[in-house]
C-alpha cells in the first residue's frame, strides 16, 4: 500500500502554478509563505544590528524552492517565539513574530540600502536588544524560546525572499528528537503538493493521513489527525461512510488525549451524528468497566475538603478513567470552587466525551471565574461544539477571554461561527482584526 500510494503521489510532475489553494495544513501554513525550504548549516553568525542578526546558511539540500545558490544569507529577529511548522496556529504569538519580524527587517534593510553601516555603539545597542528580547520571551504567556542560531545549527529552514536575502518562516532544528519525523511528513506533503488536479492531490492527501493514522509513532499520529481534522472540515465530501466509521472506531480506541481530540474533529466533520455515537458507546462500556472504581472515587472527590486536592484529584480521575469519568467530571462544573471548576473543565476537554458539551455550555453561560471560563472555553472549542455558538460570542467582550473565544469558534468552524467572529471584528483592535482575518482565511476559506 506504502509503495502504490508513493507511486501515485510521484506520478505527476510538479506544476507550480502561481496562486494555487493548497490543500494541507502544512502547505497553507508554511509551504504557501516559503520561497525556499532547504536543509541548511549554519556557517557563521554576524552580530545584530537594530535587533536583526544575520546568518549564512550553507545548503545541503533543496527541499523546495528554485534558488540554487549554495550559500543563502538569512535574517531573522531573535528570540522571538518563532510559529513551529507543523503545529502552529496563527495565534498570538505568531503575529507578534510577524510584526516584529517585519517591521525589524524594513529599518534594517532601509539602512544597508543607505550604507548606514552598523558603529561599534550600535552593535552594543543591537546587543542590548537581542538581550531585550530574550527577556520578553521568558516573560509569562510568551511559551518557549525564540529563535537563536549559532555556528553549527543544522536543520531544515523555512525561507521567504526579504530584497537580496532571506527572512525565517520556520525551523526545525536537527537536535529536535522528532526531526526524522517531521523530515519524512514534509517530504510526503511536498510530493502531494505538486500534484497538480485538485481531486488527485484531496484523494491521496485522505488515504496518505488515514493510513499514518497506524503508526507507532505517536507524533506521525498526532500530525495525521491534525491534517485529516482540517481535511475533513474543509472537504466534507470528500469522505465516504466508510471513511466516516474508520474515524469514529479509531476515536473509540485512541488514548492519546490530543489525537482524540483531532479525531473528533475529523469525525464530527463528516458525520457528526456517527461520530457522537461511537463517542457515547466508549463512555458506556467505560462506565460499565470502571463502575466500582468511579464510586469509590465519587465518594473520595466527596470527602475532600480542601479544594485544591479536589482539583488534582479530578485531573487523576481524567487521566485514569478517560471517557468513563465524564459524567463524574461534569458534576464538578457547579463545584463552589473556581479552581475545582476549571479542573473539571481541563479534564473534559481532553479526556470528556461529547455528552458533556451541555453541561459545558450551561457552566460557562453562568462562570464568574475567568480562569474558569477559559477552562471551559477551551473545552468547547476542542470538542468543536456548534451549539457552543452563541455562549463563545458571549465572551468576545471581555478582554482576557477574548483571544481564547476566538480560537474556541475559530475550531467550531460553522458558517455561525464564522457569523461571530466578522461581527466581533468590526469593532475590534488591529491586532484582534489582524487574528480574526488569519483565521477566517485560513480555518474557512474553503469549507462547503
Do not use: C
Request: overall charge neutral; charged content about 30%; glycine content about 6%.
Amino acid at each position: 500500500m506504502r509503495a502504490l500510494l508513493w507511486s501515485l503521489l510521484l506520478a505527476v510532475p510538479a506544476a507550480g502554478e502561481p496562486g494555487r489553494a493548497y490543500l494541507t495544513e502544512l502547505g497553507r501554513r508554511v509551504l504557501a509563505r516559503s520561497d525556499q525550504i532547504v536543509e541548511a548549516r549554519v556557517e557563521k553568525v554576524l552580530p545584530p544590528f537594530r535587533g536583526i542578526s544575520t546568518a549564512h546558511l550553507k545548503v545541503s539540500e533543496r527541499l523546495s524552492g528554485y534558488d540554487r545558490e549554495r550559500i543563502l544569507v538569512l535574517l531573522y529577529v531573535e528570540d522571538y517565539v518563532a510559529p513551529d511548522a507543523f503545529t502552529a496556529t496563527l495565534d498570538s504569538s505568531t503575529v507578534q513574530y510577524e510584526r516584529e519580524r517585519r517591521a525589524g527587517l524594513e529599518k534594517y534593510l532601509s539602512d544597508i540600502v543607505g550604507l548606514k553601516l552598523p558603529k561599534a555603539e550600535q552593535q552594543i545597542t543591537g546587543a542590548r536588544e537581542s538581550q531585550a528580547n530574550r527577556e520578553q520571551a521568558k516573560a509569562p504567556g510568551r511559551g518557549t524560546a525564540g529563535v537563536r542560531l549559532a555556528a553549527g545549527e543544522e536543520g531544515i529552514f523555512f525561507l521567504r525572499r526579504q530584497s537580496t536575502s532571506y527572512a525565517l518562516v520556520g525551523l526545525v532544528p536537527r537536535r529536535d528528537p522528532l526531526f526524522d519525523s517531521k523530515h519524512a511528513r514534509l517530504r510526503e506533503v511536498i510530493a502531494l503538493e505538486t500534484i497538480p488536479a485538485f481531486d488527485r492531490r484531496a484523494e491521496n492527501a485522505k488515504h496518505l493521513f488515514l493510513e499514518a493514522l497506524g503508526s507507532e509513532d505517536l507524533w506521525v499520529r498526532a500530525n495525521s489527525a491534525r491534517e485529516l481534522a482540517a481535511l475533513a472540515g474543509r472537504y466534507r465530501d470528500l469522505f465516504s461512510e466508510e471513511d466516516a466509521q474508520r474515524l469514529a472506531t479509531l476515536l473509540a480506541t485512541e488514548q492519546d488525549p490530543a489525537i482524540r481530540a483531532s479525531l473528533e474533529r475529523a469525525a464530527g466533520a463528516v458525520d457528526r451524528k456517527l461520530a457522537e455515537r461511537y463517542a457515547k458507546e466508549a463512555e458506556e462500556r467505560g462506565r460499565e468497566r470502571h463502575g466500582a472504581s468511579l464510586e469509590a472515587e465519587a465518594k473520595l472527590l466527596e470527602a475532600t475538603r480542601l479544594p485544591e486536592l479536589r482539583a488534582t484529584d479530578l485531573m487523576r480521575v481524567a487521566r485514569t478513567y478517560g471517557r468513563a469519568a465524564t459524567r463524574l467530571l461534569a458534576s464538578y462544573l457547579a463545584d463552589r470552587a473556581a479552581i475545582v471548576r476549571e479542573y473539571a473543565a481541563h479534564g473534559l476537554a481532553e479526556q470528556g466525551a461529547p455528552s458533556a458539551d451541555g453541561a459545558l455550555r450551561q457552566a460557562l453561560a453562568r462562570e464568574d471565574d475567568r480562569d474558569a471560563a477559559m477552562a471551559m472555553i477551551y473545552a468547547l472549542g476542542v470538542h468543536a461544539d456548534p451549539e457552543a455558538v452563541p455562549v463563545l460570542a458571549g465572551r468576545l467582550g471581555d478582554a482576557v477571554l477574548e483571544r481564547a473565544s476566538i480560537h474556541a469558534l475559530a475550531r467550531v468552524g460553522t458558517p455561525d461561527a464564522r457569523a461571530a467572529l466578522e461581527k466581533h471584528a468590526k469593532g475590534a483592535s488591529a491586532e484582534t482584526q489582524d487574528l480574526i482575518a488569519s483565521l477566517i482565511r485560513e480555518e474557512f476559506a474553503e469549507r462547503r
